[in-house]
């Protein structure tokens, strides 16, 4: 049985070349199997993330839309703003970038056992974070396990531990370990005062629900709009392919694809919806109808690709009724069609016959 996320594990990088290895919880001396690096190890430093918080409840939440609608560059938990000398490491999937982020995680690690301060946990928790993504594009899940697992013995500070723990959620959950997700994500703190923790820890809880099967929450986690509950900025893309996948898979393709459409408008990240979708392996079939160009909805999320009749009359379908027909109702539509194209050809008929008879009215002097 694969236990690459098991939470009963201790699993490290090596402190010299990066690679993985298991270390016994109790600490002691160890030697990395690939280097033959020998390091001292003390005890297993995994304990939940339980900060004391002022806010609950509604205030809390009042306090998180303050931080909403926009981008924080500047929030330290956020990845978008890198350390200084990290500029040119954020396209983590690429090799050459990999084999950057190696180094700089090792020599972050010397500095905050050198000096732990705030700045210098931001450096190992970015860059731990970073290639946990790198990682993950090539699949090296041991790997990705071990660095982030690395990150959060050195680093003491809970919002970084926090954002750690999500990030082994989700790789657990994608893994498909998900006894080891659910316990890597009861780690965080479920209730944060900050918009970047909050959403991590939503996206995460619901990666990890989604891969269970259990939908019921994920639009209470997300919100069944968008700004029904407060989202990061930089959160924004997932919070709506996980909403869009809760619909799609209760069977309400047109909810789908509606919350497909609001993202759709985003510019910046709008025009990446249906691969992301596909990166994430959610809502298949409204990531389907985007690539055909869908904009709102249509036929159920569940049904065949439409031929171009039947998306035809789809589209007709979807035209205003008018007062007094519901939308809802099929036959109404197609009275309401067959009515407006005998009106047409009335229409048609009716000026023909005018052009030729008011010459004839005009030479009888009738007008």
Known sequence: MDQTYDIEIRVLSCENCGAPFEASVAGGASKCEYCGTQMILGR?????????????????????????????PDNPYSTVTPPPGCEGLTRSGQLPVIEQLERRVREALALVRAEPSFDHQRLLWWCATM??????MHDKQLERRAVLERAIEEIADSGFR??????????????????????????????????MLDSGYRIGLASVLVRAGELDQILDLVGARRG?????????????????HAYEARGEGGEALTAASAIASDPEVGGVVAEALGLNDLAPQTAAALDRGATAPGVSASSP?????????????????GPGVSKNNPGAKIALLVLSIILIVFAFVAAIVVLKILPLLREAGAL
């Open 44 to 72: 297993r430093k995994l304990d939940a993330v339980r900060p004391a918080h002022s806010l609950s409840g509604a205030a809390r939440i009042a306090k998180l839309r303050l931080q909403t609608g926009r981008a924080l």
């Open 131 to 136: 290639l946990n993504q790198g990682y993950g």
């Open 162 to 195: 926090h954002m750690l723990f999500v990030n082994l959620a989700g790789a657990a959950a994608r893994f498909g370990q998900l006894g080891a997700a659910r316990e890597w994500i009861a780690k965080c703190d479920p209730e944060p005062e900050d918009i």
């Open 228 to 244: 029904d509950v407060p989202e990061a900025h930089q959160y924004r893309l997932m919070f709506a392919l996980y909403r869009i």
């Open 305 to 321: 690709p439409a031929s171009e009749a039947d998306q035809l009359q789809a589209a007709l379908g979807r035209l205003d009724a």
